[in-house]
């Protein structure tokens, strides 16, 4: 027979004694012979008889019960401040895209180039021109038209007026050529970068006062650099030399072999291949100081012409500034003749050179009794 | 609410935070932590006290209980520890007939205490099977065994509307789904 000969319904019947006695007798001859599995299955069943039998198990109130399980929740939250970085993992994606806000934006506030702006024609007495680019053609512009970055712009017949972005307003004399090559700032315009070029002409520069060097404003010309932190100055360029004039503040004009500061009063000539020279500006203006002596109004107390000039370092020595011819400025622009006086551009003039000091100490004096003392 | 996982699975659910878990282990257990405290002697009230230690403790070490199928040891043997402690914390003069007493109740718990430990073990479990295995053999089950007088078959047959004949197979098949419950929420055969 395959079939197993005694079931658990047998042996249940077997342990509570209601087998007939063929059946308990087949049952036990069974259980003798040593089947396995009913062993099994009489232990567990005498195990679950005795457990039902010990009796109900006492229950404690249900205060008690609920008690015990709010335990669970209160011991959670006493743990949370110990877990003080569990908010984090669900703020982490918002703190990201914060940083990654921040650091953009102080990306965009701090790099000078990160946006680009314009400049637009303010005045103008006779038509300007301007074009796109070195080589695009010259354009008629209007007064009000806008330019960019890239562009250049030239005064023809007459003065014209240039606003720039960052408040600076570049005068341009007749003839005077600029190019932006650079107008930009980073966002909310705290840093800035202005670049021109001015290969030709004069032009009268006012810039606002600039914070730190955060900013930065200069001209380039074929021979010189003038970087200036809120000024007022005048550049005259040719191609092979620049003269600026300070009205107000402090420019650093950087020649081809060295470069200097140069206070408000003062000039500065760039020649190519010359050490800068720096010197009383040609002519007066309002805001020129009285008791550095008259200035010259027929010609320019500071010419590119050569004479004794002021040791490197800036000799108080007085020097006698050399004469030279003048030239008259259109607009009561300061101008220097760009006639070579009886030396060349490198020669010792009547100026001081850069160096050590240069642009604080005193001033040569030229020839017309100004002086020190 | 009866739970069908074992002692292992809620012990891990409790230690992933799992409130339910941690409902379902007091459910199961807080007959048998307070019948052994009031067993060891102590009144309601005393009971009561060694209740909330007990479970407090078994919450302070829910995350470190290695052996899981000896949880119901683990919490008569804490349960006995504890009476024994707030006994011995309100110990006064004892009158004579109260020390005899003690020691009667001593004794008898030091012969009875392994095999009737396992036996409310057992029935913590099969409390909870109960209400697990259906509601027919809920009821033939708890009369068969449960029900004080201990009925015969032609009572148990006129209550349940069940023929005396069904009654043997009827109570095998629901021993065995019993057991398959049992097993699973980890009482062992042997």
């Known amino acids: 027979m395959n079939s197993h000969p005694v079931t658990f319904e047998d042996l249940i019947d077997w342990l509570d004694g209601r087998l007939s006695p063929e059946a308990l007798h087949r049952v036990e001859e069974h259980l003798a012979a040593g089947c396995a599995a009913c062993q099994r299955d009489v232990a567990w069943l005498r195990r679950f008889q005795g457990a039902v039998r010990a009796g109900e198990l006492a229950q404690p109130p249900a205060a008690l019960i609920a008690r015990a399980k709010a335990s669970f929740g209160a011991r959670q939250r006493a743990r949370l401040p110990r877990r003080g970085w569990a908010p984090w993992p669900r703020l982490a994606p918002g703190l990201a895209a914060l940083i990654v806000l921040l650091a953009l934006t102080a990306y965009l506030t701090l790099v000078p180039t990160a946006f680009a702006h314009g ?16 080589d695009g053609a010259w354009q008629p512009l209007a007064v009000g038209s806008r330019l960019q970055e890239g562009d250049w ?23 005077a050529e600029v190019s932006f090559t650079s107008l930009r700032s980073g966002l909310f315009g705290i840093v800035r970068r202005v670049a021109l070029y001015q ?4 032009v009268s520069y006012t810039v606002p006062p600039l914070s730190g060097s955060l900013a930065a404003f200069a ?12 000024t007022r100055f005048v550049v005259t360029a040719t191609a092979s030399q620049t003269q600026v004039e300070v009205l107000e503040g402090t420019v650093m004009v950087a020649g081809a072999l060295d470069s200097g500061a140069v206070q408000a009063g003062e000039g500065a000539i760039a020649a190519a291949g010359a050490r800068l020279r720096i010197g009383p500006r040609a002519l007066p203006t309002p805001t020129a100081t009285p008791g550095r002596g008259p200035q010259p109004t027929s010609g320019p107390a500071l010419s590119p012409g050569p004479g004794p000039g002021r040791p490197e ?31 060349d551009a490198n020669s010792p003039g009547p100026t ?22 | 609410m009866p739970s069908p996982h074992s002692d292992g699975e809620l012990l891990a659910a409790c230690a992933n935070q799992e409130g339910w878990a941690w409902d379902a282990l007091v459910d199961r257990y807080a007959g048998l932590v307070y019948s052994v405290a009031l067993r060891a002697g102590l009144s309601q009230e005393d009971a009561a006290d060694v209740f909330q230690t007990v479970f407090a403790t078994l919450l302070e070490h829910v995350e470190g209980i290695r052996t899981p199928q000896g949880l119901a040891a683990w919490l008569i043997t804490t349960t006995k520890r504890e009476a024994w402690r707030l006994a011995r914390r309100s110990q006064r003069e004892p009158a004579a007939s109260e020390v005899a007493e003690a020691l009667a109740t001593a004794a008898a718990w030091q012969n009875s205490a392994r095999a009737e430990e396992r036996h409310w073990a057992d029935r913590a479990l099969i409390a909870e099977a109960l209400q697990q295995v259906g509601e027919r053999c809920r009821q033939l089950l708890t009369l068969l065994y449960l029900e004080p007088g201990e009925p015969s078959y032609d009572e148990i047959s006129a209550r349940l509307k069940m023929p005396v004949g069904s009654i043997g197979p009827t109570r095998a098949r629901c021993l065995a789904k019993m057991r398959e419950l049992l097993r699973r929420m980890g009482m062992d055969e042997g």
Do not use: I, M, N, Y
């Open chain 1, 313 to 343: 370092g800036g000799s108080p020595t007085p020097q006698p500034a050399r004469p030279g011819p003048s030239t008259p400025r259109p607009g009561g622009t300061p101008q220097a003749s760009p006639t070579p006086g009886p030396g």
């Open chain 1, 199 to 202: 290969p030709a002409g004069t």
């Open chain 1, 119 to 134: 400049a637009v024609v303010a005045l103008a007495s006779a038509p300007a021109e301007a074009r796109r680019g070195e």
């Open chain 1, 219 to 230: 001209v380039t010309s074929p021979v010189a650099q003038v970087s200036v932190r809120g």
């Open chain 1, 352 to 373: 001081r050179t850069p160096g050590p000091g240069s642009g604080q100490g005193p001033t040569a004096p030229g020839p017309h009794g100004q002086g020190s003392g």
């Open chain 1, 153 to 175: 712009v030239r005064a023809r017949g007459g003065t014209a007026v240039v606003s720039l972005f960052d408040g600076s307003t570049l005068e341009l004399q007749p003839e």
